[in-house]
């Protein structure tokens, strides 16, 4: 017996030391991680670095001067300027022994033993690489990481874990702060103001005055909505018609004429974005749009698909960042019921006709941008399903590689859909959201709705991951006033 256990406990005693030494080397990280193996330059492409066998060596002007600590083992290696001072800076994706650097929280007696990931990050200092933030356990699996150049602060940190979950981080003074990357759209149809509600508006205007509460008239307009659109991370209706401060230019159909004071109830509703590329744009001529396009612009809400003589350059879109996103976001309308546009200014209202033109202007829209959202005013009147122009114009944004299509002008519900290409490009399409207000007495005309999608960052870039439809309807009361309710 005693033979035997002489040579148990040796036995024992090697594999426990074996396994030590495979613990140690790391062989019992998780097997999802991806090691890489690659060569990547600083910017100014005097520094080159190395990742071969879990660690990095960096060269500066083909001699070596710095190699990574040997008690970590380096997934993988990135050289981006992440903290927007003009220099890259070197980040290695690692892991290491224990959840803390050479500090811990004071709350913490002892640093665990297990392998955990970490963030380091590292200046280039001439002959030598400085630490310059050594993370913390991250707190999430990560299976790559790579840098996109975005909205401001600049460049953001993409990490994606084993489930090909991505979130985005981006530098906040000292370390990384994770961001939000999902973004919620509303958006509501035609803001058709004829007379009566216009009419009813300015009573109500008349007698806020006298009371001196401060309200607007037109406040209730958008008084059943208030809930939606300030839940909502963007919210954006369809301006169908001019606004004009002149009384004698407000006017009904064929030539509307809006009092500007239902600009100031959109507002003071929270709209974010007014799509102004209409049939009825010129109606009150050059001085309907430069009192449209002025007072949202000098009220923070962006203005699409008209412009000023000021702007008499075409400008074919707006960069709109919400959560680090860019969106892009364009207006166009089939026409302007035959008034012509000004010589000095023929793009004073987006025009849906030059295939070549509205396709340059995406491509230009894109190069800024990470998603695209075209708001266009297409289609038949009163018609429930979409026509041949919109189908022929759908195809357009698709190959264009639109991201939402957002179509108002029929004053009728018409279907929506998602479409997906050969190639995996997705495009999601309202071709109708109706009316969101009007006085038309057509059955079509008081039902209109609210389209909603969400915006999230993907493993395959930004992409619409929900979507749907809200049913709104007109309702005519007793004394005049029309309201909209879900």
Aim: proline residues 5%; hydrophobic residues 35%; charged residues 25%.
């Amino acid at each position: 017996m005693k033979k035997y256990l002489g040579f148990v406990f040796p036995a024992l005693a090697g594999a426990g030391a074996l396994l030590w030494l495979f613990w140690h080397s790391g062989a019992f990280l998780p097997g999802w991680i991806k090691w890489e193996s690659r060569t990547v330059s600083e910017a100014s492409g005097e520094y080159e670095m190395t990742l071969n066998r879990k660690k990095v060596e960096v060269f500066r002007r083909e001699t070596s001067i710095w190699t990574s600590p040997e008690d970590i083992k380096v997934q993988d290696v990135l050289s981006c300027d992440i903290d927007n001072d003009g220099m890259d800076e070197l980040l290695l994706l690692c892991w290491k022994k224990g959840r803390y650097g050479a500090h811990k929280p004071f709350w913490v007696e002892e640093d665990e033993k297990n392998w955990s990931q970490h963030l380091f990050v590292y200046e280039y200092m001439e002959e030598e690489i400085r630490p310059k933030w050594m993370s913390s356990y991250i707190g999430q699996d990560v299976m790559e990481m790579a840098a996109r150049e975005g909205a401001p602060p600049g460049i953001h940190l993409l990490l994606t874990s084993p489930e090909g979950e991505v979130s985005s981080w981006f530098w906040d003074s000292w370390g990384f702060t994770k961001e939000k990357t999902d973004t919620t759209f509303v958006v509501f149809g035609d803001n058709l103001i004829h007379e009566p509600i216009y009419r009813y508006g300015l009573q109500e205007e008349q007698k806020a005055g006298e009371t001196n509460n401060g309200a607007s008239g037109f406040d209730f307009l958008y008084e059943n909505i208030g809930d939606v659109i300030a839940k909502s991370d963007i919210a954006v209706i369809n301006q169908e018609t001019p606004l004009v401060e002149d009384p004698a230019m407000y006017g009904d159909y064929p030539l509307f004429g809006t009092p500007v004071q239902v600009g100031e109830a959109i507002v003071h509703a929270g709209f974010d974005v007014v799509t102004c590329a209409t049939n009825h744009a010129l109606d009150r001529g050059k001085e309907g749009i430069r009192t449209t396009k002025s007072f949202f612009e000098d009220n923070r809400v962006l203005c699409l698909g008209i412009q000023s003589e000021e702007d008499s350059d075409c400008r074919p879109y707006e960069i709109l960042v919400r959560n680090g996103v860019r969106f892009a976001l364009l207006n166009y309308t089939y026409g302007t019921n035959g008034i012509r546009m000004p010589e000095d200014n023929p793009d004073m209202v987006h025009v849906l006709e030059d295939v070549n033109k509205i396709t340059r202007d995406i491509e230009m829209a894109d190069e800024e941008s990470d998603f695209i959202i075209v708001f266009v005013h297409w289609g038949t009147e009163y018609a429930e399903e979409p026509d041949d122009f919109q189908r022929k114009w759908t195809q357009v944004f698709a190959d264009c590689e639109v991201d939402v299509v957002i179509g108002t002008h029929p004053h009728a519900i018409q279907p929506y859909e998602f479409l997906r290409d050969d190639e995996g490009h997705e495009m999601l399409v309202y071709y109708s959201i109706g009316n969101y207000i009007s006085a038309q007495p057509e059955e079509s005309c008081v039902k209109g709705g609210m389209a909603s999608f969400t915006v999230s960052l993907t493993a395959d870039g930004f992409r619409v991951t929900e979507y749907g439809f809200r049913p709104l309807t007109i309702h005519w009361q007793p004394g005049g006033k029309y309201v909209t309710m879900f």
